[in-house]
């Protein structure tokens, strides 16, 4: 996680200089990721910019639908647990909640663009921190109720149920997993875009934002991942709460849980904004004067057009749909975050601070740059195959839409 956190921070430098063409002060602004593509590479790499970034996004939305999902579930089989006795199935299907969650989103998809949505942000910031301390302040107080470090330096054993190559493959996935609790920089020009014009700079601002998001996000995720496992040991859960969920203080861990549905609320929000900015942009340039288009009736933060309410409501649809046909939360965080972690986090800022900045071929700069791309190529690579792993084994044991 720290060496995550070092690569993506020094990445998002390199990217967050990128936002304009030219001189990082007074050039172009670019207003998405693949506008800065194009301003400083062009060609096909816009392209493949586009589609790796937008189908990364909508994959995301799927995770986090996922993820919201399993909250909510461990939020009602905590309180039937509570109130039925621990003897009791209190089973029930994530389907119900999946919907729940995809019709609150279609709601707040009405918000028009990121400027619209930075309290929604704030909110979804400050459930972040709260279940967080909710988390670790439970996995403290469940290992000093154990009286001892659970778990081993190297993980679940190999024997019984475990063979070499399953944990090989868990081994990949992992890394997909934290690659994916790093993906911000699939939307970093567009948040950087929102920042008012200079001085400071935008690049000067973005990057003292992301060094303290860094550095907190990963205090946080390095303290709840050490000590959940302290706490649960091999047998800890994809989702920390979920392990504490069924016991006492059910409330607190209700309360978490209902933090993680809010935050993922907003962020789910963040992600798809430049999605829907995208098609809408493209819509309002070809059909410039369709009221269709461009009508927007506004109730608060809301402004539906015709357009935003059907497309935007489509894709949530989609989306709720899918996760529902593929509900398996770890294999499918390590495979978004594998498929987006090279492409976007290293590939594109290494190749665009090369061509900005002029570093010369073959210079010491220009060498450990390129080093990095292909170290990162390789975690890539490996995290989806271990991702792909999963998937396969999870069918075996699955029907879709089952829950």
Known sequence: MLLFGGVMYYTSTLLAECYRAGDPATGRRSYSYTDAVRAILGGAKVAFCGVVQYVNLAAIAVGYTIAASISMQAVWRANCFHARGHAHACRSSSVPYMIAFGAVQIVFSQIPNFDQIEWLSIVASVMSFTYSGIGLGL?????????????????????????????????MQALGNIAFAYSFSNVLIEIQDTIKAPPPSEAAVMKKATAISIATTTAFYTLCGCM????????????LLTGF?????FWL???ANVAIVIHLVGAYQVFCQPIFAFVE??????????????????????????LRLAWRSAFVCLATVVAMALPFFGSVVGLIGAFSFWPLTVYFPVEMYIKQRAVTRGSTNWICLKALAVVCLLVSVAAAAGSIAGFVGAFKAFRPFSG
């Not at 969920?245 to 203080?249: H, I, K, L, M, V």
């Open 139 to 171: 996995a403290v107080a469940q290992t000093v109720a154990n009286g001892a470090f659970r778990g081993t330096l190297t993980g679940v054993a190999v024997g019984a149920g475990l063979t070499v190559m399953q944990k090989v493959w868990r081994t």
């Open 228 to 239: 959940g496992y302290a706490a649960f040991g091999n047998a800890a859960p994809d989702n």
């Open 245 to 249: 969920g069924f016991y006492e203080p």
């Open 253 to 255: 861990v209700d309360v």
């Open 281 to 306: 942009s493209r819509a309002a340039a070809a059909w410039p004067d369709s009221a269709f288009v461009s009508k927007e009736h506004r109730v608060g933060p809301f402004a539906p057009t015709a």
